[in-house]
């Protein structure tokens, strides 16, 4: 089997493919139910390492009432990914550059872990481009820091040297790369043969995708120092804002511990926070019916 040919889109999400170039001179790929639709608009925006895939089974199902618009990010996916600095104000400014390509005034903002924290600086700094916000198993409110191993500081100073020493050996192992899933679920041998299958094929895509890891490093390695220097400020703008704001967690996330939802869903008057049993860190993959039934997008 060859991972190294182009990534194609899940087959839910193939019939709505597009691609622009917004106006950062960035080509961007996303699937879009209905173009030039003037029903509102939901857009989904996916996590680090991941493509707009990801909302595969639940974004036919959101197309029956809203137009949805599900990009790759820069860097990742068919996006293009150029050699720059990727971090939170980049991509912030890139999924405004795309809903202003696509004459969208305002979405309603669902991510998913990095997505998330985009989608909330974005609702936070630019409000009036939110009907509303859903935070997916992330926040760039950190409450409670995600548990660390004795080597993490060591790793980080040498980021880029263990990173690629560990695509070398993801590389000469499919099955060694599609096992780092594990921690994503709450039970990945649990998902439907098909769903494995799709997932087997697909982390092994983004092992071969170099210039996929080098975003990848580069957003990791921003990510940190944006959050502990913006976080007192979205804190701020949080206990004060207005747009409708919804708080999903996976009960069984290993990756971002569920305080840090419940947190900033009690930080926001009025938000919401609705826990899914059974998912992990991807809830609209593991339990995409449950996970409908807390979308309020109101």
């Known amino acids: 089997m060859n991972y190294t040919d182009p990534m ?15 106006s950062n001179g960035t080509h961007v790929t ?16 996916h996590g680090l390492q991941d493509e707009a895939d990801t909302w595969r089974s639940v974004f036919t199902p959101l197309a029956r009432s809203h137009r949805v618009v599900a990009p ?3 860097g990742f996916g068919r996006s293009n990914k150029p050699h720059r ?6 991509f912030a400014d890139s999924l405004l550059a795309l809903l202003d390509t696509l004459q969208i005034e305002r979405a309603h903002l669902v991510g998913n872990s990095l997505g998330a924290m985009i989608c909330e600086y974005l ?3 630019q409000p009036a481009r939110a009907h509303s916000l859903t935070l997916v198993d992330g926040t760039l409110i ?3 820091p995600p ?4 080597g993490a500081l060591l790793r980080s100073i040498f980021a880029d040297w263990f990173d690629r020493r560990f695509f070398a050996q993801l590389r000469r192992s499919p099955d060694a790369a599609f096992a780092t899933l594990h921690p994503y679920y709450a039970a990945l041998d649990a998902l439907p043969a098909a769903e494995r299958a799709f997932l087997y094929q697909r982390v092994n895509e983004r092992v071969w995708d170099e210039q996929q890891r080098l975003a990848a490093l580069s957003t990791r390695n921003s990510l940190t120092t ?3 220097r913006n976080t007192n400020r979205m804190r701020a703008l949080a206990t004060k804002s207005t747009v409708p704001t919804t708080v999903i967690w996976g009960a069984s996330d290993r990756l971002l511990p569920r305080a840090n939802g419940v947190a900033r869903a009690a930080l926001q008057p009025g938000a919401r926070f609705f826990e899914i049993t059974n998912a992990g860190h991807l809830p609209h993959q593991e339990q995409p019916e449950a996970f409908l039934q807390a979308l309020q997008l109101s």
């Open 72 to 74: 790759d990010l820069p």
């Open 147 to 150: 548990p660390t191993t004795p």
């Open 30 to 45: 996303y699937a879009d139910s209905a173009p030039a639709s003037h029903m509102e608009t939901v857009l989904l925006v």
């Open 226 to 228: 944006f959050v502990l």
């Open 123 to 125: 609702a936070l700094t």
């Open 85 to 90: 600095r990727y971090d939170i104000g980049f």
């Open 142 to 144: 950190i409450s409670a």
């Open 8 to 22: 194609r889109f899940a087959d839910a999400l193939a019939p709505f493919a597009h691609s622009v170039t917004i």
